[in-house]
Every structure is written in C-alpha cells, then in structure tokens.
C-alpha cells in the first residue's frame, strides 16, 4: 500500500488594494508633552546650637555658595527660623540634605535640613 504524497496547499488569491473613495479615516498622531520634574527646596531650620559660622561652611561647600550668599542664607535661617539653601530635582534634594545631616551629625550639632516640594 502506497501513500500519496501530501498535495500542496492552494495559495490564496492576490488582491488588488481598493480605491480610496475619500472616505477612509486617517489617524493624526499626537505629540505628547512631558511635564519638566517636579522641584524641591533644601531648606535648613534655625536651632540656639548649632554655630553660625559651621552653617557658612555647609552653605559653602554642599551648597557651592559664595562667602557673601552664604551669610545672607545663614542671616536668614537665624532670623526666619528657616531658609531656603537650594531648588533641586527630588533625588538631587535628598542627597544634599543626607549630606548636611551627616555632615552636622559628625561635627556634633543638632542641624536640621529638609527638602519640601516647590510650589
């Protein structure tokens, strides 16, 4: 007993494309907007322990303050009870408060930073 062998499928037949009758609907694309990031101000809180002139450090050198900008912050975290160090993207932010508290934790003062959003 012999098998036939397999018959080869019949291939579809070819369409010619249709003839746009004006009325196919045509998809605009929309360019989405990104928002920019969010923003948050490093902000610093007065304390009676903590030494003005460590505070100019701080400004200085996580802040890349000038001596005159630095003063003019630390006269007004001591005068408001609070000031605004810098406006940082949100990982930016809290890096630089880690870095204050850490760095005002190893000299022994009580410094406070914090990062709150922009508004």
Do not use: W
Request: with cysteine; net charge neutral.
């Amino acid at each position: 007993m012999a098998t036939k062998p397999p018959s080869p499928t019949p291939a579809p037949p070819a369409r010619t494309p249709a003839r746009d009758d004006g009325g196919s609907v045509v998809l605009e694309r929309r360019t989405l907007k990104t928002q920019p990031p969010q923003m948050f101000q490093v902000v610093m809180l007065n304390d009676d322990f903590t030494p003005m002139e460590f505070v100019i450090v701080v400004l200085q050198e996580f802040f890349s303050k000038d001596r005159e900008a630095a003063t003019q912050i630390m006269l007004k975290i001591h005068l408001d009870g609070k000031g605004v160090c810098g406006v940082y993207s949100r990982d930016v932010a809290a890096t630089k408060v880690e870095q204050v508290r850490e760095a005002a934790h190893k000299a022994g003062h009580p410094l406070q930073c914090l990062s709150e959003p922009v508004e």
